[in-house]
């Protein structure tokens, strides 16, 4: 499968306990997004890379969330002291720069007891 | 399987019928948009997109029409089958920097 892959698909942990996603994009894809997901709603933008370079964060990303893409392939989104208002899907997606499609992961859920 | 969207505007259809899923979007200023189908577990998957240049655009049994003049985009479905049922959202693309604003989303039911 070349497509847009993330781990772990599910996790659980306990309230203030940090925990990091990984997204592994598109080979060829040069731009990485991550969005956030409840249920009932729309995937909401949180940030996205062109290569190694973050270039745009939503204000809905605090300071406890940080992503990376260190050398412009793959990235993680970190949350640090989870609370229970972070349970969501997070997903990623990845695109050629310059080209609209954004292809989506399956998404990684989110619990937090 | 997870739940998508629990309590989402739901559009049923016969199967075999034709479906339109409507959206409204935001910015007049946004030049491109797309349509997505997710299913309950999955991440979206693209179905078609449009450029603020066009008014309609067509796929394989699909087709979307946007009406500029009235921040509204459209997804028609012909003959719909079984494994359309899904939640559709439509996105647009804020200020040409391809981070997409999703729209509420629209629950389809196919009835066989």
């Known amino acids: 499968d070349t497509g847009v892959s993330q781990d772990p698909r599910h996790k659980i942990t306990k309230r203030g306990q940090n925990v990091t996603f990984r997204c592994d994009p598109i080979?060829?894809?040069?731009?990485l997004y991550w969005y956030r997901q409840t249920l009932g709603q729309g995937p909401e933008f949180l940030t996205y890379f062109q290569n190694e370079a973050q270039l745009e964060k939503s204000r809905l990303l605090s300071d406890r969330f940080s992503a990376e893409r260190p050398k412009g392939s793959f990235s993680t989104l970190e949350i640090q002291r989870t609370e229970q208002g972070d349970s969501a899907m997070y997903l990623c997606?990845?695109?050629?720069?310059?080209?609209?499609?954004?292809?989506f992961g399956p998404g990684t859920r989110l619990l937090v007891l | 399987g997870e739940s998508v969207g629990l309590h989402l505007p739901t559009l049923s259809v016969q199967e075999g019928d034709n479906s339109i899923i409507n959206c409204a979007y935001s910015?007049?200023?946004?030049?491109?948009f797309i349509w997505y189908k997710q299913e309950s577990g999955k991440g979206p998957q693209f179905i078609i997109d449009?450029?603020?240049?066009?008014d309609k655009r067509q796929g394989q049994r699909v087709t979307v029409l946007l009406n500029k003049t009235v921040k509204h985009l459209s997804l028609q479905i012909a003959a719909t089958q079984p494994g359309d049922s899904a939640v559709y959202f439509c996105?647009?693309?804020?200020?040409?920097?391809?981070?997409?604003?999703f729209g509420t989303g629209t629950r389809l039911k196919v009835l066989a």
């Open positions: 080979s060829e894809h040069n731009r």
């Open positions: 997606a990845s695109s050629l720069a310059g080209q609209g499609v954004q292809y």
């Open positions: 449009i450029r603020s240049n066009m």
């Open positions: 996105a647009e693309d804020w200020a040409g920097t391809y981070k997409y604003i």
């Open positions: 910015n007049s200023a946004s030049d491109y």
